[in-house]
């Protein structure tokens, strides 16, 4: 597990409690797969050499025996591994997380229906 400065941890610390906790209502401290993967997608960290089955695999290998969820302890773990992955620094990893600011919430928009929507007239 590399070592971060303090700063690029706390503002990866507060990334990793926005993901862990997006489609939840409350606060959480720990992470889901499908955050894990949530997070690997928005920070732009999939590539040729890192897919979400890769993503998925070293979730798995990091979580705890009997666990579905990681802890941030486990976290940094898996940063090692994505990082390892790529083939780049633990640093790139964070710095590109970070340059993130959080979960991306793409929902769809419904448009404008005229009898609906305009109220005037009626």
Known sequence: MALLDPKVEADLKAVYYAFASFGSSQQQVEM?????????KDCKLM???????????????????GARKITWPDFLKALDQV????GTSVEAVADEIIKSGGPQDSGTKAEAVKWHDDKDSC
């Not at 695999?57 to 025996?65: M, Q, R």
């Not at 990082?83 to 790529?86: D, Y």
């Open 32 to 40: 889901e797969s499908k955050n894990f993967v949530k997070l690997a």
């Open 47 to 65: 590539s040729k050499s890192f897919t979400t089955t890769d993503c998925d695999l070293i979730f798995t290998k990091v979580k705890a025996k």
């Open 83 to 86: 990082a390892a992955k790529k």
